[in-house]
């Protein structure tokens, strides 16, 4: 959009300041949950990171091996594993139980 000679720039500020005002007030409240949540974890990385170089190594690689032992599970229980993993799902699938059939 040209700016109209006639009207002071300022003005032309203000004017677009309140389009995007209007814009930030129809953003829904779970996009801003979402932000101030992503914001928070930045933050809180820094001081998670000092504590992990305190534990042990042996604890952490317990902690890592638990949440990827889980999260294995997860996946071949759902059957929502990413598809470079399919054919390991496959195979160890058959050794586990399956997630019951969703009743209509």
Do not use: C, Y
């Not at 995007?20 to 914001?39: D, F, H, K, M, Q």
């Amino acid at each position: 959009m040209l700016a109209d000679p006639s009207v002071p720039s300022t003005v032309t500020a203000i004017l677009a300041t309140l389009t995007t005002a209007e814009r930030i007030a129809n953003v829904p409240s779970s996009t801003w949950w979402t932000i101030g949540l992503i914001i928070a974890g930045v933050f809180a990385v820094g001081p998670v990171f000092r504590k992990l170089r305190e534990i042990s190594s042996i604890w952490l690689a317990l902690i890592a091996l638990a949440a990827l032992a889980l999260l294995s599970a997860h996946w071949v229980r759902d059957r929502t594993e990413p598809a470079v993993l399919t054919p390991w799902v496959d195979l160890v699938a058959q050794f586990f139980p399956k997630k019951p059939a969703a009743k209509p």
